[in-house]
């Protein structure tokens, strides 16, 4: 079994920053990609930002030059620091990884979700 914990979310005025977290715990050998969803009322979730094992990023143009997604692999944790937040980033945000468990002798990669965590900007 493998989980996602999300942490991080809540209130903030336009201009000011949060920090999101999202820990996997579980039975886990490696993880790939991981990254960080929104979706807003009445919208489809959409990709916001994304790192890949070896640290590579991408990021949606909505977010860049504000947002920084980051891991810590040896804590299985993913980072993302939103700064310059706008009432458009209000949304819940889910946490996303693509993980590798025992799987008879070998290895068997799915992805998983965190349960989510609300972000409200207020203008």
């Known amino acids: 079994q493998v989980q996602l914990v999300e942490s991080g979310g809540g209130l903030v005025q336009t201009g000011g920053s949060l920090r999101l977290s999202c820990a996997a715990s579980?039975?886990?050998?490696?993880?790939?990609?991981m990254g960080w969803y929104r979706q807003a009322p009445g919208k489809e979730r959409e990709l916001v930002a994304a790192?890949?094992?070896?640290?590579?990023?991408n990021y949606a143009d909505a977010v860049k030059g504000r947002f920084t997604i980051s891991r810590d692999n040896a804590k299985s944790t993913v980072y993302l620091q939103m700064n310059s937040l706008k009432p458009e980033d209000t949304a819940v945000y889910y946490c996303?990884?693509?993980?590798?468990?025992?799987?008879?002798?070998?290895?068997?990669?799915?992805?998983?979700w965190g349960q989510g965590t609300q972000v409200t900007v207020s203008s």
């Open positions: 790192i890949a094992s070896g640290g590579r990023t």
């Open positions: 579980g039975s886990i050998i490696s993880i790939n990609a």
């Open positions: 996303n990884a693509n993980i590798g468990s025992p799987y008879g002798a070998g290895l068997q990669y799915n992805d998983y």
